[in-house]
């Protein structure tokens, strides 16, 4: 198993940036994948961001160009970098790993609140 603490969420205007950090655990080389999703009041979650081991990272077209994810396997952590953020943005951020294909034994952050302000 492995525990996921999400932090780095807060209040921006809009255009801002923020970068959102996923502390695992354990080694992050050992999680097979790992992303960010995101739920805003009265909506379902969505996958934000998402990266495997293999390479293969995908993003959701709402953030394209403007969110970055990475990993730091120094420090065991994953990293969100947001830029040119909208009010639309304004979400509680999960951060989740996978230890196996098809998101079995996935693990949950206990999610970051950001909020952007126009």
């Known amino acids: 198993q492995v525990q996921l603490v999400d932090s780095g969420g807060g209040l921006v205007q809009s255009g801002g940036s923020l970068r959102l950090a996923c502390a695992a655990s354990?080694?992050?080389?050992?999680?097979?994948?790992m992303g960010w999703y995101r739920q805003a009041p009265g909506t379902h979650r969505e996958l934000v961001a998402h990266s495997t081991q293999g390479g293969t990272t995908d993003y959701a077209d709402s953030v394209k160009g403007r969110f970055t994810i990475s990993g730091d396997n120094a420090n065991n952590t994953m990293y969100l970098q947001m830029n040119s953020l909208k009010p639309e943005d304004t979400a509680t951020y999960y951060c989740t790993a996978d230890l196996l294909p098809g998101g079995h034994f996935r693990y949950w952050g206990q999610g970051t609140q950001v909020t952007v302000s126009s």
């Open positions: 354990r080694s992050i080389n050992s999680i097979y994948a």
